[in-house]
């Protein structure tokens, strides 16, 4: 038997901190995310409270008492994607939509210049380019694989100097200069 719609109870200040404890409880987040999840409920559910809703405070409050921990989930987020293979552009670009402000980001700019060339290879090795492919790729392939290196988030130059290394080569002593 399929239970009737009822009426979501509007928000107060307990509820609210309720819903952002069992969030942050659940997922490893950032203060932004937090931010619009709480607003999203907001939105969803009104708010009864004595003085105005204030998502972002809570948030802030939550970092504080170390629930969450922007640096951390950057560090994190940085050290995957790069084990996956995906460049700076496509690092920078996940921290900005994930919350990450501008002092965070930055922080953890140089592990993602120190990656840039492991992410680059580990990209190349997975979608079997350059030095990691079975054979050499003609023309048209040159340019999609290394159209498929820059979607990835990697610079032209590098997805270049590694598209055109010839199937077996020794990669790392090759990119030694970069």
């Known amino acids: 038997m399929a239970r009737p719609n009822l009426p ?3 928000l107060d200040r307990a509820a609210l901190e309720r819903l952002g404890l069992r969030y942050v409880e659940r997922y490893a987040t ?8 709480l607003k999203r409920k907001l939105r969803e559910r009104g708010w009864e409270g004595e003085a105005p809703a204030d998502p972002a405070a809570l948030a802030d409050q939550f970092s504080e008492l170390g629930y969450i921990d922007d640096r951390a989930f950057a560090e994190a987020r940085v050290s995957a994607m790069g084990r996956r293979g995906l460049g700076a552009r496509r690092i920078a670009h996940a921290l900005h939509y994930a919350g990450i402000d501008t002092a965070d980001a930055e922080a953890v ?3 993602i210049e120190d990656d840039r060339i492991a992410s680059a290879l580990a990209f190349a090795r997975r979608k079997r380019i350059g030095p990691h492919a079975r ?8 340019q999609k694989q290394v159209g498929a290196m820059v979607r990835a988030g990697h610079a032209p130059s590098l997805a270049w100097k590694i598209a055109r290394m010839a199937p077996g080569d020794d990669a790392e002593a090759l990119l030694g200069d970069n």
């Open 8 to 10: 979501l109870t509007p």
């Open 30 to 37: 950032t203060r932004g995310r937090l931010t619009a999840y």
């Open 109 to 111: 700019a140089p592990l």
């Open 135 to 142: 054979e050499p790729a003609d023309r048209d392939m040159l």
